[in-house]
């Protein structure tokens, strides 16, 4: 019986993930890896938190293995599966074994998304038995030191049928974030999409008003990528005001009136 | 059944069968036909007995005969035309009798019976005045037909003049306190519209009376367009009574598209939601927009209620006017965001020596 397993330089970032840390999270994550602990990153929707993870990746010199959970995504799309290769039965190692084996980091995006048996496979890789059972393979993982679980959620859209429980939330570290705090938001969009502080400064200014609109309508704020999606539109040559509304009107919101009064707010900082 | 025998014939193909045409020498044919479709002019069971009877006649060749025959059936038939079928009948075989006066005496006899007695005096005048009795009946008829329509209408209009009186009475109750809420500079063109409506229809004055109170406070439309969308609603009015009060309660689509079409600048309604959530992303707080027809149900003064005309009217366009809403719920946005009105006597003292540190002693 062959067993195969992904090439963890499929995984390895080549580069230094830009990141600006908007508070102690660098820290605490470091300490909670060298703690051998998992982490859980919360917030809304493109804060920053992937990036933080890649870039944290990369400070610790792990690799980084990611799988944005799904509805459909089960235990056995985790950890591996038997499947069929010709007239020989082959053992694939899913995504979670390939990173713990590899001592990387193992990031679970939007986790609750993910079918309620999935939680209960990382349960054992978050309390002091750091172990990987493979129930299909007989078979149990020991997890090296190097290995960090991290997963994401995002607070915000969850329902109740779709939160978290206790008996998972409680085996992790918890960072929260938000979106940076305007100078940083601007220093971010800056670097990330090449435009000078004046239209950086206008960007973030009109995320903060649209952000004022999350209880009135919208489920969601601006997020920091799309002002960076912004900024990359400007800088490629497109009108301020259409690039606002093709990456913060449209994006965040199909109610036509939401829309206009958001273009409103764009008229005014452009 | 068939004519076959030329064009004069007419109708005569209803009396004449195949066997009988067949039965006529073909030269005589076409008089044959036209002979029958004279008589059957007179009446139609005549013609089909002659149509049966003239073939012999032919047969024999015997034009005197056929002359004798016919003019004596017209001559019984005048008199009755049911003896004349009988005698139409019976006469060829009488022209055949031993005695060649039977048949002129059998005619005669039948004449003076059918004819009878020459009338009386008395029946002659009873006669002439049932006929005069029914000449006059027949002149009344139509005049009996438009009294009934008279009467109704006269109960119809009855019962309309008291719904008017009705409602002029209602009219005259429900005006006062409208009046009381009508802004003065409104009052001369609402009295002389509502009048225009009240002499037309009461009903729909009273419909005319609120809401032209409406339009006109909340500055809606202007005394000129009032005066229009009144005469519009004139014009349904005197075609429909029904739809002319339902335009004038606002209650119909025209009556709203006239309004808007006569709206001058933008309403608020419109762009109330827009300004809305402007005022909320720039102020951060819960704003509510409010035209200021709508004063009367809001705490002016609140933080969070942003008062703005009803229409914009300051430019030609809708964008420059919304525009100057924009301003305008920018500049209450603004006014909540840093407590404009958020000033009670208790903040004296701190607001006082604020100011003192800020700006020095002159400024307290």
């Excluded at chain 1, 917030?43 to 799904?70: A, D, I, N």
């Excluded at chain 2, 039977?102 to 039948?110: L, P, R, S, T």
């Excluded at chain 2, 009574?241 to 419109?270: N, T």
């Excluded at chain 2, 840093?338 to 208790?346: E, H, N, S, V």
Aim: with cysteine; net charge negative.
């Amino acid at each position: 019986m062959a067993v195969e397993t992904q090439k963890m330089e499929d995984y390895r970032l080549e580069e230094e993930p830009y990141y600006l840390p908007v508070g102690n999270e660098v820290e605490l994550f470091t300490a909670a890896y060298e703690a051998h602990l998992p982490v859980m990153l919360k917030g809304p929707t493109g804060c920053g938190k992937t990036r933080f993870v890649e870039h944290m990746s990369w400070k610790l010199g792990r690799t980084l293995v990611t799988v944005g959970c799904h509805e459909d995504l089960t235990a056995s799309d985790l950890v591996g599966k038997y499947t069929l290769r010709g007239d020989e039965t082959v053992w694939q190692d899913g995504p979670l074994t390939t990173a713990v084996k590899a001592g990387g980091i193992a990031y679970l995006d939007e986790i609750v998304e993910a079918r309620k048996d999935t939680t209960v496979v990382i349960h054992p890789l978050t309390d002091d038995r750091r172990i990987l059972p493979l129930e299909k393979k007989g078979e149990v993982v020991q997890a090296p030191l190097e290995f960090q679980l991290v997963i994401s959620y995002n607070p915000g859209y969850q329902s109740v049928l779709k939160d978290l429980k206790h008996s998972t939330k409680q085996r992790f570290v918890a960072l929260e974030f938000d979106y940076p705090e305007a100078s940083l938001e601007e220093e971010i969009v800056k670097q990330e999409s090449g435009v000078d502080g004046d239209v950086a400064e206008r960007l973030v200014k009109v995320a903060e008003k649209v952000r004022n609109l999350r209880t009135h309508g919208l489920e969601e704020g601006v997020s920091t990528r799309l002002l960076v999606y912004a900024g990359q539109l400007i800088q490629g040559g497109v009108e301020p005001l259409a690039a606002c509304e093709a990456t913060i009107c449209r994006p965040i919101t199909d109610d036509l009136e939401m829309q206009r009064s958001i273009l409103e707010l764009v008229n005014t900082q452009f | 059944m068939s004519t076959q025998g030329g064009g004069g014939a007419g109708n005569v193909g209803m009396y004449v069968g195949r066997d009988m045409l067949a039965a006529v020498p073909e030269e005589r044919r076409d008089d044959y036909l036209q002979l029958v479709q004279e008589i059957s002019d007179l009446k139609y069971q005549l013609g089909v007995e002659v149509a049966r009877q003239l073939p012999r006649l032919f047969q024999e060749q015997d034009d005197e005969a056929i002359e004798r025959y016919l003019d004596q059936v017209r001559a019984i038939a005048e008199v009755g035309w049911k003896s004349g079928v009988e005698v139409a009948k019976q006469l060829p075989d009488l022209y055949h009798a031993p005695d060649p006066s039977i048949a002129d005496a059998y005619v005669e006899i039948v004449t003076e019976a059918t004819v009878g007695a020459p009338d009386d005096e008395e029946t002659q005048a009873f006669a002439a005045e049932l006929e005069d009795l029914e000449r006059q009946l027949r002149e009344i008829e139509p005049k009996q037909q438009r009294a009934t329509e008279l009467k109704s209408l006269l109960a119809a209009r009855d019962r309309r003049d008291e719904r008017r009186r009705k409602h002029a009475q209602e009219l005259a109750a429900a005006l006062p306190p409208i009046l009381a809420r009508l802004r003065p500079k409104h009052r001369d063109c609402y009295m002389r519209e509502v009048r225009l409506v009240a002499s037309a229809d009461p009903e729909a004055a009273l419909e005319a009376a609120n809401t032209m109170l409406d339009l006109l406070n909340g500055e809606r439309v202007s005394h000129d367009g009032a005066a229009e969308w009144v005469r519009r609603g004139l014009d349904v009015l005197e075609k429909n009574k029904e739809v002319g009060r339902g335009y004038f309660r606002m209650g119909s689509k025209y009556s709203l598209e006239v309004l808007e079409e006569l709206r001058e600048g933008l309403a608020l309604r419109q762009v109330a939601r827009v300004l809305k959530l402007y005022a909320t992303a720039l102020s951060g707080r819960d704003v509510a927009v409010r035209g200021i027809d709508e004063m009367d149900s809001v705490d002016r003064f609140g933080p969070d209620h942003i008062i703005l005309p009803a229409d914009m009217r300051f430019f030609e366009d809708d964008d420059r006017n919304f525009v100057a809403y924009k301003v305008a719920a920018a500049h209450g946005a603004a006014r909540i965001e840093f407590g404009t009105y958020r000033f009670t006597l208790d903040e004296i003292p701190d607001t006082v020596a604020e100011l003192t540190t800020k700006y020095g002693l002159g400024a307290a």
